[in-house]
């Protein structure tokens, strides 16, 4: 079975690339300054790739990941996550619901879903999700069929009322960051304001030193 899932996505950041928006334009180089920086969790999410160039990555990343301790979730394609050996695959409200992707991965693999509202939550939990992806927080130029952002209070809402880890997404950076860990979510993932830096690693720090500044 899964284990300390809850205690997994009590990690600060949750780092997800995006190859286009970085400033070295190269993944792998993004992915290991990531795991160098701290980064305990990393999603691959590249959605102007090929299956196979997102495959051959994939397995390259996860090799990157294992011996540094790093769980390594894919995005959107449950049989890359399951050739690739992931140790999670994430998926969205078009893709297979949690329960059928259970099917296909078997018991140890960590399934994220994204969920806008405390119904998708719900339906994400009944379904077998291991986690929540909730946003955007904020408004975000990334994904642009992300909608309005939801907002501080939704993610309070759902952190306070339902037993599932919630990662918060869209729209944050070190000035947010604290924000959103003031409502109750330790974990946020960031694709632009980290895959953006060119120093990824005292991106973190900084990040990291607000957040213990901060004293939440
Ligand atoms: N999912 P950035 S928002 C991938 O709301 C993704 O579910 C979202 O990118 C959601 O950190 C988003 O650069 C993009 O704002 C987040």
Redesign the pocket.
Known sequence: MRKNVAEIFQTDIYG?TCESLSACKDNLEVVRRMIDAGVKIIQY?EKDKTKREKYEECRVIREMCKPAGVLFIVNDDVDIAILSKAGGVHVGPDDLPANAVRKLVGEEMIIGV?ADTPADVEDAMVRGADYV?V??VFK?G??AD?GEPVGLDLIEHIAKNYKIPLVA????NGENIVDVRRRGVPCS?????LVSCADVEAEVKKIRQLIAESGC
């Open positions: 997800v999410r994204s992806g946003g955007p975000t990334t994904k992300a997404i869209g729209g944050i993932a960031m694709v632009s304001a």
